[in-house]
């Protein structure tokens, strides 16, 4: 087992040339919060993003608990993200957003159902389940996509600015239960 969680090992992305991630290492311990900060296009959303398995670093690894994740799709690697415009499904409704990464890892029925209501709930977005994205405000989405992010049990979650949109009160309220819920994560994936 690897002494690091995720390890990022000079990772390089460029476009043409753009070079949008230069030699990036970075290790992360089980169950740690991490912060990327820097200005618009300095390279955090595509470090994200490789991160994630939606881009294809031009060199360098990730690795997941010691396991090479480099060239994983998305689909097999364990990672919830929310990217910065939500990435909701416009024909979905909310609980059915929340839904689809239970429903893609055949989770069964009162398990989707008790984990979609316990997210729900978290992100007191509980009313909200048959709306669709259109008609919710930008916050709304937002928490949205951290429900469905939340919801099936990652081993690790990707942020790309989650709170932007919610108003400073919302922000106040959720950030402890929030951290709690992600603290609970961690504690499960180390036994």
């Not at 991490?34 to 060199?59: C, M, N, R, W």
């Not at 839904?99 to 978290?122: C, G, H, K, Q, Y």
């Not at 919302?170 to 239960?177: A, E, G, N, W």
Request: hydrophobic letters at 35%; a neutral charge; one cysteine or more.
């Amino acid at each position: 087992m690897s002494a690091s969680f995720l390890k990022v090992d000079g990772i390089c992305k460029r476009y043409g040339e753009l070079h949008a991630l230069e030699s990036i290492s970075l290790d992360v311990a089980r169950g740690e919060f991490l912060t990327l900060l820097g200005p618009s296009g300095s390279g955090k959303s595509t470090l994200l993003s490789v991160l994630a398995g939606f881009i294809e670093p031009d060199q360098g690894r990730v690795y997941l608990d010691g396991d090479d994740v480099t060239h994983l799709p998305p689909e097999d690697r364990r990672f919830g993200i929310v990217p910065q415009g939500y990435g909701l499904f416009p024909h979905l409704t909310v609980y059915e957003n929340i839904a689809f990464p239970l429903r893609v890892r055949r989770t069964d029925r009162s398990r989707l159902d008790s984990r979609i209501n316990e997210v729900m709930e978290l992100l007191q977005i509980g009313g909200l389940g048959g709306r669709l994205p259109k008609h919710l405000s930008g916050g709304q989405q937002q928490r949205v996509a951290l429900a469905r992010a939340l919801s099936f049990e990652p081993d690790l979650l990707l942020l790309d600015e989650p709170m932007s949109a919610l108003d400073a009160s919302l922000r106040r309220d959720l950030q402890p239960s929030l951290s709690g819920f992600i603290g609970r994560l961690g504690q499960r994936s180390s036994t």
